[in-house]
């Protein structure tokens, strides 16, 4: 199984920046330009005399949340966390990983190998059983 998820289809721009900028000056259309779109960021202001751009900035916000929001380049923005949580466990999982590897519980899990005995405790919660068993397997 491989949980290394290429990142290549997701922007750079940091989501939450993004989500902020949009919340506080949405209106004026500042998050476009926060991606790059500038021809977009100068006709939501251009609407927000005409008080559409007013309209347009909380369905940009969402799109944003939900990680449809894209950049200049045509790539979306990685989807805020709080949207993840209707994926399955999987998905969550490999959504996170690069996250997830650079905590020293997961640099522990990379370093230390799981027997099925060891799973089953820690699928149980019984984390001191797991560690007891894998100093027991190293000795």
Known sequence: MDLIKDNNDCSQ??????????????????????VGRKKDGFLHILASFFLIGFLMWPYDLFKIFKGQFSDSEGKNLKALDFF?????????????????????????????SLTDQEKKLLKTGDIEGVIKLIEDRKT
Do not use: V
């Open 13 to 34: 721009k940091g989501t939450f920046t993004c989500a902020l900028t949009a919340l506080f000056f949405g209106p004026l259309g500042l998050h476009k330009f926060y």
């Open 84 to 112: 993840a949580k209707g994926n399955s466990y999987q998905e969550r999982l490999q959504s996170n990983i690069e996250y997830i590897d650079g905590t020293p519980f997961g640099e522990w899990i990379k370093n230390n």
